[in-house]
Each structure stands twice: as structure tokens, then as C-alpha cells.
């Protein structure tokens, strides 16, 4: 395929091993690669705006190698692909990723998301779209993550990318050796456990601390296909989970069971 104009961005910042490795991922094929993202971490952030500051953006080339324009950005994810789509780019890009996150966006947690805001942002422009992460804080290698993206992108827009379509891939802590098929998934139904922390500091004021743990929770999961596994039960069978969003919040249950209004 003809070389696509991609940019990408993230909510772990400029300076995040995920983001680089995806950017020279999407280099190395001849992709026109251009980074804009927050120039600091921005995690859990969802879909917040900068409506009361300033945006500032700084080039920060350096940080990616060759060829790769990249931009450190003062504002949100979401700020980072609106200046970028409205002020930066010359051209409207052909695709939108967002990640290579570190950690899991399952289930309802995509809400919260940063880095599915970002990619959010390019599925509202109509631009074909994709948030990646991988399902662990702490496995570091990011190479076929960045791949697996890229094979997934590439091929969806050869087959025509269906309009509002957001893409939000997660990958086990694994090698691809032990890694199993891709498949599509149902959003989880995440719930949290002890979500807050009550401590006191040194000056005897009361502050909250948010801590949550996911109740791990194998079988929950929203609309889709009920063939389809549930987007946390994937990654715990060692799984990619690919699981097909769009913006559209509208209710779909039952009419009759909505409160009546008279």
C-alpha cells in the first residue's frame, strides 16, 4: 500500500518508551509519521479539554530519530489531537494511533482513558483510528505490539474502514511465541474495589489517595455478539483483544424500561 500520513499521540507522554516504539514502528515501513502528545504524563485524564490556559507546544524531533516530526504539548490527549488536526499538520492524516499504552484500557475503563480519548478525537474527524495498549504496567517490549497495530490498521483501511469505527486493541504481557489469536471482543463491565484511601498529613488535614483494584470479573461484558469473549477474559488467556467502539452513547435497551416522564 502507498505510504499513509499517521499521526500519533498518547496519554503516557513524549518521553514514554511505548510512544517512541510505535512511531518508529510506523517509520520504518515509509510511513509519513508525526508525534503530537502531553509533554508529561496525562494517564486517566478521558476526555478533558484546556479551556481555562494556555496550549503550548514544543518540537521535541530529538526524542523519535529521523524523519519523524514530534511536538510535546501542554494540554490533554484529547488537546494534543485537536491542535494537531486544527494548527500543526499541513495535511489531514490518514490514520490515528494512540499508545502504545503502558497498561490496560479494558472494559469500561475506556471512559477514563486518555488514550482512547485521543484516538476518540480522530474517530469524531472521521479519520481511521486505533488506541493500543499493552495489558501490563510493567512489561517493557513494545516491538510486536507496534506491529500487530500496524498490520491491523494497514489492512482495515485497505478494506474501506467503516465510518465512526474506534479500534481499541489490547495486548497480553507476553511473547508472541506464547501469545494467542486476535479476536473480537465485547467491552467489559469493570467495577473497583476500596477506591479510596483516607490518610492524614503532617498537618492533620484529611486527604484522599484513589487506589482501586479491579474485581476480576471474567464474564461481564456490555452489547456485541455474545459469542464473542469479553475483552478481560481475552487478555487473561494470554489473548489480543480488538474490540470495536463507536462515540454513539445512545440508549439500547428496552424503550419500556426507561422511567416514564409522565
Known amino acids: 500500500m502507498k505510504p499513509l500520513r499517521i499521526l500519533i ?64 504539548c501542554s494540554g490533554t490527549p484529547a488537546d494534543c489531537v485537536k491542535l494537531g488536526l486544527n494548527e500543526l499538520l499541513e495535511k489531514k492524516p490518514d490514520l490515528i494511533l494512540s499508545g502504545i499504552n503502558h497498561g490496560p484500557n479494558l472494559g469500561t475503563d475506556i471512559f477514563c482513558s486518555g488514550t482512547v480519548a485521543a484516538a ?46 474506534l479500534l481499541n486493541l489490547n495486548i497480553p504481557p507476553c511473547s508472541e511465541k506464547e501469545m494467542g489469536p486476535l479476536v473480537w471482543t465485547r467491552l467489559s463491565i469493570r467495577q473497583y474495589e476500596e477506591q479510596f484511601i483516607r490518610r492524614v498529613d503532617p498537618r492533620g488535614n484529611t486527604y484522599f489517595w484513589m487506589a482501586g483494584e479491579a474485581v476480576k470479573d471474567l464474564q461481564s461484558a456490555g452489547e456485541g455478539p455474545k459469542e464473542w469473549p469479553s475483552d478481560v477474559s481475552q487478555i487473561a488467556s494470554g489473548s489480543p ?22
Open 9 to 72: 499521540s498518547n496519554d503516557d507522554g513524549v518521553f514514554a518508551e511505548g510512544i517512541r516504539t510505535l512511531a518508529v514502528s510506523a517509520a520504518t515501513r515509509g510511513h509519513e509519521v508525526c508525534v503530537i502528545c502531553p509533554d508529561q504524563e496525562r494517564s486517566a485524564t478521558g476526555h478533558g479539554l484546556t479551556l481555562h490556559s494556555p496550549i503550548r507546544a514544543e518540537r521535541a524531533d530529538e526524542l523519535f530519530g529521523q524523519g519523524i516530526k514530534a511536538w510535546g
Open 120 to 165: 476518540l478525537e480522530g474517530t469524531l474527524d472521521g479519520i481511521p483510528s486505533i488506541a493500543i495498549s499493552i495489558a501490563s504496567f510493567h512489561w517493557k517490549n513494545f516491538n510486536y505490539a507496534g506491529k500487530l497495530a500496524l498490520n491491523l490498521a494497514e489492512k482495515a483501511i485497505q478494506q474501506n474502514w467503516p465510518k465512526k469505527l
Open 241 to 262: 483483544s480488538l474490540t470495536p467502539i463507536q462515540p454513539d452513547l445512545f440508549w439500547r435497551g428496552e424503550l419500556n424500561d426507561l422511567p416514564k416522564l409522565i
